[in-house]
């Protein structure tokens, strides 16, 4: 298996242009390896020549939105090492057809199957969530409401799963903790209130990014009376939203939230609010069907 330093720089300096740490994705990627490597790859030891070498096609087998494919190729390199070469055939971002070809990679085929199913791992998952993400900005079209992720992402994906929101054309909410507060209900709850816990945030960390979520049309008012900038609409009805949007008349920046579907998504970005977020682009993204085949 190559190491980090083993990736070409082109490649590196591509992970680093999309807002991934390079480091990290190699890493993880090495993890991800191990796991089907304890021993050797049975399977291509007792049935391929080692010294066949081929090109193998990363193929869409149906319609979507492509992120990943440099996630892919590092499993690739890091499998295949220096006797790896690459032909791009697509670009993470891409609209792409049930057939397209993503990525041609040539090598012994006993790495390349060996890398193959990490690699369509990472692709076939981040194209899934470029692709619902994209559905979502499709729907939105026209509208300045913008689709956003959250927080509910694959334990040790997050990155890379925020990247393919990107991706989709979607935005990132905040990736930590300690990037931006949200106060939410039980912080509501243990703080007395909707403005002595935007009182408290703001107090202690007065340069940091913060959005509060209320339930009631009172809470607004009030948040906005303290000169709260971000303010989340949790489970409103659309007509609700739509009079919080009035009220708010431009003071702060709104975000809707709570059980939105694909099939509300018009309708809640028409009364006006500036984000919609929806868990679901991570959560419970379908993947993208990818399959790798070798040329005969």
């Known amino acids: 298996m190559s190491s980090f330093t083993d990736l070409p720089s082109v490649l590196v300096n591509q992970l680093a242009r999309a807002g991934l740490d390079p480091r990290r994705v190699h890493d993880d990627v090495a993890a991800a390896v191990a796991e089907d490597l304890p021993g050797e790859d049975v399977t291509s030891a007792a049935t391929l020549d080692p010294t066949q070498v081929a ?3 990363l193929v869409a087998r149906a319609p979507g939105v492509v992120a990943g494919l440099p996630v892919a190729e590092v499993v690739f390199h890091h499998v295949v090492g220096a ?11 891409d609209r792409v057809q049930r057939g397209d070809v993503l990525l041609s990679v040539r090598g012994p085929v ?17 194209s899934g969530v470029a692709t619902a993400t994209a559905r979502w ?34 935005v990132n909410h905040r990736a930590t903790l300690s990037d931006q507060a949200l106060v939410k209900d039980n912080h509501v709850l243990a703080a007395g209130g909707v403005v002595p ?30 000169g709260a900038p971000e303010i989340l609409l949790d489970n409103m009805s659309t007509e609700t939203m739509a009079e919080a949007v009035r009220i708010t ?13 694909l099939e509300r998504a018009r309708e809640v970005a028409e009364t006006g609010v500036d984000l919609i977020a929806v868990g679901a682009l991570t959560h419970s993204a379908p993947v993208l069907d990818v399959a790798m085949d070798l040329r005969p």
Do not use: F, I, M
């Open 55 to 57: 090109w193998a096609d």
């Open 197 to 226: 816990a935007y009182v408290a945030v703001r107090t202690r960390y007065p340069d940091l990014p913060v959005q509060v979520e209320v339930t009631t049309l009172d809470q607004l008012r009030a948040l906005l009376e303290a």
């Open 110 to 126: 006993s790495d390349l199957l060996t890398a193959e199913r990490t690699a369509l791992n990472y692709l076939c998952h981040l």
């Open 83 to 93: 006797a790896l070469q690459v032909e791009p055939g697509a670009a993470d971002g």
């Open 137 to 170: 900005v499709d729907a939105l079209a026209g509208t300045p409401a913008r689709v956003r992720d959250t927080r509910k992402t694959t334990p040790g994906l997050r990155a890379l799963e925020k990247y393919a929101v990107r991706c989709g054309g979607g």
């Open 249 to 261: 008349d431009g003071r702060a920046r709104l975000e809707a939230s709570g059980g939105l579907t």
